[in-house]
């Protein structure tokens, strides 16, 4: 036999016209039995879909707020510092000498920025509102911030504020906030520009933030001369472990002990990858749960079957008389199992994407994220388990029906 016979051969095995037709003609007979069976499957494709694509967008969104702090290192002081009689902690002078000489042994391709960091209360006419403060170098703060409007502050004289807090608080350039110094006395700076949000963020994040130079901090907080954490970042990404492990060496003490150690080296890309996991064990259960109306369409339709085959016994057993074989009898049932789940699938597939889209525009306010291939691939995923839902949910029926005996089946009422 010729190698185009063969394949013509197996083709006629899986695919027969004639039964194909059968199929469709007994779906048409039982027309609402067959819909209720579709409704089913499309609840349950639209449910596991919709999960996995809402799960997918957020999973989407936190890894995009997160890429922007992967590029750096945080760096903070786990050792206890007495100044002036009182326990502290922070960055010394001499801890960001050390930690500049590490940096510099690893690459010359980097940034340090030693920061203050805290919150504060501040007042905007009647109103008053937490926020978290940050003190920087001149220098410093264009290295981390976008300034939308406005410029940078100097010495004492103004901050920036976040886009957000403006938003809220209808803060514009010339704003006059008040807050209490460090001596309990009140103090007023004047807002000399607007932050562009930063969005989350593992170390820095403007959004509600007032930003301002580390003389203006050390008016309003007592610092001890000790920095809240230095950010370390570089334009090769290649660099960070490198630079990660010459600060371990030099600030801090064996591999094996941390108890004599000076600082904590936090690397975002870490947290990051942690972050994704768990992301994704979100998702994960998301479509779990959608699972269970599949779980219960793939019930029903087992029952559907039965029922069908329970009916159509006489059928069976005149079309087995007839020549019939008993896998044409089989792949009979299992395309009628086969046609409810592929328009259930595609129905509900279809009808995820429009649900999917509104959710995540109401949520994260862009339905943009749905265009990640991270979200589009639970369409196709969604659909394939609904087919092959349907399909195992017709195998035992179907199997029941091709194993009948002929001269039995004829003598059924």
Request: proline content about 2%; aromatic content about 6%; some cysteine.
């Amino acid at each position: 036999m010729s190698k185009k016979n063969q394949n013509t051969s197996s083709f006629s095995k899986i695919f027969s016209p004639i039964i194909f037709e059968l199929s469709v003609r007994n779906l048409r007979l039982n027309l609402l039995r067959s819909m209720l069976s579709m409704i089913g499957i499309i609840i349950g494709v639209l449910a596991i879909t919709s999960l996995g694509m809402m799960g997918g967008a957020f999973s989407a969104e936190m890894t995009s707020l997160l890429s922007s702090s992967t590029n750096s290192l945080t760096i903070m002081s786990v050792e206890e510092k007495t100044v002036d009689g009182i326990p502290a902690t922070g960055l010394s002078s001499k801890d960001l000498r050390d930690i500049e000489a590490a940096i510099r042994s690893a690459t010359s391709d980097y940034i340090l920025i030693p920061m203050y960091q805290g919150s504060k209360v501040a007042k905007f006419q009647n109103e008053e509102f937490s926020a978290q403060v940050y003190g920087l170098e001149p220098g410093d703060i264009p290295e981390l911030v976008t300034i939308l409007d406005g410029k940078v502050p100097r010495g004492s004289e103004g901050i920036l504020i976040g886009e957000k807090l403006a938003e809220d608080y209808d803060l514009r350039i010339g704003s006059r906030l008040t807050m209490t110094d460090k001596n309990g006395a009140t103090t007023a700076v004047r807002v000399v520009g607007i932050l562009e949000n930063s969005g989350m963020s593992l170390t820095f994040s403007t959004d509600s933030a007032i930003v301002g130079t580390t003389t203006w901090y050390e008016s309003i907080a007592n610092t001890h001369n000790l920095y809240s954490s230095a950010m370390v970042k570089t334009g090769n990404l290649d660099n960070l472990d490198a630079i990660s492990a010459a600060i371990e060496k030099r600030l801090n003490g064996r591999a094996d002990r941390d108890t004599d150690d000076r600082v904590y080296v936090m690397d975002a890309r870490q947290f990051a990858e942690i972050m994704q996991e768990g992301l994704g064990m979100v998702s994960l259960f998301l479509v779990a749960i959608g699972g269970i109306s599949l779980l219960v369409a793939a019930v029903a339709i087992f029952n559907v079957m039965l029922m069908s085959v329970n009916e159509r016994i006489r059928e069976i057993g005149i079309l087995r008389s007839i020549g019939t074989l008993r896998n044409q009898v089989l792949l009979m049932f299992l395309y009628e199992a086969a046609i409810i789940g592929l328009i259930g699938a595609v129905i509900g597939g279809i009808l995820s994407v429009g649900a999917s889209a509104l959710v995540i525009g109401l949520l994260f306010g862009d339905i943009s994220l749905m265009l990640a291939p991270s979200v589009l691939i639970y369409i196709p995923y969604g659909i394939v388990i609904g087919i092959l839902v349907c399909l195992l949910s017709g195998l035992y029926p179907a199997w029941k029906a091709a194993n009948l005996n002929p001269v039995d089946a004829l003598a059924s009422d």
